[in-house]
Structures are given as C-alpha cells and as structure tokens.
C-alpha cells in the first residue's frame, strides 16, 4: 500500500466543521459543515479503492458503465453529473 493510500480508518463521519474517523479523532477541520459532510460522505464510500486510481477517473469509469442501463435515482444522478461536465 502506498502512502498516499494510507489515511484514517473509514467510515468518517462530519460533526459541524470537523471530519472524524471512526474513533472519533478529527481528520479535517473546514469552513463550512457541509464539507465536511461531504468529505466525510466521499472518503467512506471510495474505501478500498486507491488513491491513484481515484485520481485515474475510476469514479467517472464506473459511473459511465452504468449509462446505459440507468433508470430511477441513478438515471436522474447521471444526468445532473452530464450537465455539470457540460457547464465545466
């Protein structure tokens, strides 16, 4: 495991504007709770996949892998992210 992989244990979880790992010990400290929400939301659920490959765009692989079978809930998230990139 690279250093970069290396972090405080998952889940994390926000407490105002601080970010706290599993035991409890602040990670982050922000501006704004909603940060650290979702800071905390986002490190929990890409635990187990590594740092490079996040960096790689694996999110973003496997999101568009999933487009054309998509309906509901993940169908109305895919089209906010394809309007976001679009604006970008």
């Known amino acids: 495991m690279s250093s970069s992989d ?13 970010v706290l790992d599993r035991i409890g010990i602040a990670v982050a400290t922000v501006l704004a709770g909603g940060n650290a929400e979702r800071i905390a939301a986002c490190v929990t659920a890409c635990e187990g996949i590594p ?20 309906t509901g809930r993940l169908r109305a998230i895919l089209d906010r992210m394809k309007g976001l990139s679009e604006r970008g």
């Open 51 to 70: 740092t490079a490959e996040l960096r790689a765009g694996i999110i973003q692989d496997l999101v568009a892998s999933c487009e054309p079978i998509a």
């Open 6 to 18: 290396r972090h405080h244990p998952a889940p994390w979880v926000a407490d105002g504007v601080y």
